[in-house]
């Protein structure tokens, strides 16, 4: 018999496992519920990791189990290329007034993020007839190649894959903290404009309204608003990637809400179905409908199981008021991050937007220069204290804060004085 223990696992991992597939923590989830989950030794952890952004309804929401277990009694894969189905069409039709409003929208569902943005782009070309694409240093848009072509930055992502799809070009995203202003950011774009592409040759700007894996950095609404009006007027597509800051995550359903702005497509994914893969385009009806027949699709993309696990995710957000709950978890970690800040010099910068809420390490606040060691022990620390957290930024220098939006309020304190004892303990 297989001997399932943690560390037998962890040393079958190592044999078997490709090594470019990194794990986070040296642990063995057995199981899971709401905001926690237990490894194979029965050790019970606060999750604010959430599969990276993608749990933010909770481990096993019953209304998420329930929906996967009808939809398998009815079948589990039809592909919808060969087949409409019910829950798909019902899913596309909830988006769709979501993202667009009173707006005509429509939807493609896929299986992956990465998957969401090749397609996002392959619409956006189709319908503009052109072939550049406008990323940001510090975007992080997926592992496939042109995914990693769009990322912003080089390790772990880009390391020696190349060449790299053609005809991107990388703008400097806003990061105030770093000294980079908004008025520097649209000149960088210019400085695109003047030296690398016309933009009468954009098919697409593509942006997160907030960093994800680049460090939890918002876009600033001025940024947004300049962003979209220079899209319309050279009629350029403008993407924002939506894919960690969806469903909830900012404190509003999606993070071009805080801006004030209506993009023409979103790239959805992770929190989507609450643990099911499952991704999307949705965009203005006339831009998506630009690839003809064939165009478009995937044999998973749009499987059942995700569109009926997508179906509660939303139903969940309406009837348990999630939007509110991310507010006041964004609010009560923030006061706490804020605190810590004060009392450790290591600490260079705290920001929350709803529950995407961050940590900055740096080894001088003066210079603010990135402190990478210092993030992985606190995380070590967190870990040994019962807290599950990831880093991010370019110098992975940052630490993330992903817990589910129904993690109780004392949940949330809990995690705070696990966070703080790891601090203690590191610097």
């Known amino acids: 018999m297989t001997d399932t223990g943690s560390n037998a696992v962890l040393a079958a991992r190592e044999h078997h ?4 597939v990194a794990s986070a923590h040296p642990i063995i989830i057995d199981r899971a519920a709401g905001s926690y989950v237990w ?3 029965g050790n019970k952890y606060l999750d604010f990791v959430g599969g990276i952004g993608v749990l933010n309804v909770g481990h096993n929401h019953p209304a998420v189990v329930d929906a996967i277990k009808k939809q398998i009694d009815s079948f589990t894969h039809i592909c919808f290329q060969v087949g409409a189905y019910q829950p798909y069409v019902e899913l596309a039709r909830r988006l769709n ?3 667009g409003g ?3 929208y429509k939807s493609v569902f896929l299986t992956t993020g990465a998957e969401a943005v090749e397609n996002a782009i392959k619409i956006a070309r189709s319908h503009t007839g052109r072939s550049g694409v406008i990323a940001f240093r510090g975007g992080f848009h997926g592992r496939t190649l042109l995914g990693i072509s769009l990322t912003g930055f080089s390790q772990p992502y880009k390391q020696n894959f190349g060449p790299f799809a053609p005809d991107i070009h990388h703008a400097i995203y806003p990061n105030e903290y770093h000294g980079v202003s908004t008025e520097q950011a649209l000149a960088s774009l210019q400085a695109i404009f003047d030296t690398q592409i016309l933009p009468e040759r954009v098919a697409a700007i593509i942006l997160e309204p907030v960093l994800g894996d680049g460090g939890f950095v918002a876009a600033p609404p001025v940024f947004m608003q300049a962003l979209r009006a220079l899209t319309t007027r050279h009629g350029i597509v403008l993407i924002c990637d939506e894919i960690q800051t969806g469903f909830g995550r900012t404190g509003k359903m999606f993070g071009f809400q805080h801006s004030d702005i209506q993009p023409d497509l979103i790239t959805v994914a992770k929190s989507l179905a609450g643990g099911i893969p499952l991704s999307g385009v949705v965009g203005k009806a006339a831009i998506m409908d630009a690839p003809s027949p064939g165009g478009l699709g995937g044999t998973y993309g749009g499987n059942p199981l995700g569109c009926a696990a997508g179906l509660a995710v939303l139903s969940i957000f309406e009837n348990e008021d999630l939007l509110a709950r991310s507010q006041a978890i964004g609010r009560q970690l923030l006061s706490g991050f804020e605190t810590f800040k004060a009392r450790y010099d290591g600490i260079g910068d705290v920001r929350t937007l ?4 961050a940590v900055e390490f740096v080894s001088d606040r003066s210079s603010r220069t990135p402190d990478s060691d210092t993030a992985q022990k606190v995380i070590e620390q967190a870990r040994a204290q019962g807290l599950l957290l990831i880093k991010c930024g370019i110098h992975r220098n940052i630490v993330r804060f992903l817990c589910p939006l129904n993690t109780s ?5 809990e ?6 004892r790891a601090l203690a303990a590191s610097l």
Not at 409 to 413: G, Y
């Open 17 to 20: 496992i490709a090594r470019g």
């Open 415 to 420: 995690a705070l004085g696990m966070f703080e």
């Open 102 to 104: 009173g707006e005509p």
């Open 354 to 357: 709803g529950a995407m809420a």
């Open 39 to 41: 490894d194979a030794e």
């Open 409 to 413: 309020e004392i949940d949330v304190q």
């Open 97 to 99: 007034t979501l993202v």
